[in-house]
C-alpha cells in the first residue's frame, strides 16, 4: 500500500519528506523485481556540492520522465507529483556524524517550515486526523485501515521507494559515504520559489550541527514543466 499525507501550509497542499530508519525495514516486498539501483558520482562532481565542517553533501532531484521510469517503475512527477531527491552525504573527518530524517526539512526564505520529515518512506495521507504515525508501530501500522488507500497500485513501485529511501544512519569512517531519496510532492511548484531543503548533520563526538540549505528554486521552472497541467490544480 502507497499511502500520502497532505498539510495544509501557506495555501498549498504538501507531504512530508520521509526517511526510515534502516531496522525499521521488515515490510514484506513480496516477489516484485527491484529496479536498477543508483550509481553514485564523485559528490564532487554534483553541480548541488556543499563542504563544511568536514562534511559533503550533495542532492540530486529526479526530474526528467527517462530517468524516473528507469529507476523507479513510473513517471512518478507526472502521474502523481512525487518529486525525489537524491541526497548524497560523504564524511571527511575522522569523526562520526548523523543522519537523521528529523533534520531534513524543507523551509523557506526565513528559515519557517514548509515540509515535515516522517517515519515512512513514502508520503501518506492520515485517514483519522487523530492518528500517530508511531515508528516503533510501523510495520504494523502501515498496513492499518487508519490510512487511505493505494495510490500506487504496484507492490514493484512502492517496494523500490523504500528501497531507495535515505535511512537515518551513523557515518563513522572518513570517506564513507550514505545516500538515498526523500520524496516530496508538488502540488504547485510556487511553493519551490523561496524553499531550500535544508540537512542538519550532527558531530556524534562533539555534538555541534551543521546546516546545508539547498535552494530549490533552480529546479522550479523544470519541475513546472513535468507537473501536469503545469501544477496548477
Known sequence: MFIKRYTSHFGYKIVNITLIPLMLFTISV????????????????YKTFQNKNGVSIAIDPFIEEKKLDYFFGTDLLYDFG???????????VNQPILIEGENILLVNAK????????????????????????????????????????????ENIESNLKIKALYDKSIY???????????????????????????????????AITTFDFNMAAFKEETAKRIKKGGQK
Open 173 to 207: 569512517n572518513k570517506l564513507e559515504l550514505h545516500h538515498g531519496f526523500v520524496y516530496l510532492i508538488i502540488e504547485n511548484p510556487r511553493m519551490l520559489d523561496s524553499a531550500n531543503l535544508q540537512v542538519k548533520v550532527k558531530n556524534i563526538k562533539t555534538e
Open 82 to 92: 512525487i518529486l525525489p531527491v537524491h541526497i548524497i552525504i560523504e564524511n571527511n
Open 111 to 154: 528559515n519557517e517550515l514548509i515540509q515535515k520529515p516522517s517515519a515512512y518512506s513514502a508520503p501518506v495521507e492520515k485517514k483519522d486526523a487523530d492518528a500517530r504515525f508511531g515508528i516503533g508501530l510501523l510495520a504494523g501500522t502501515i498496513v492499518s485501515a487508519i490510512y487511505a488507500q493505494s495510490v500506487l497500485q504496484s
Open 30 to 45: 513480496g516477489c516484485a523485481k527491484s529496479l536498477p539501483e543508483i550509481t553514485v558520482q564523485n559528490i564532487y562532481k
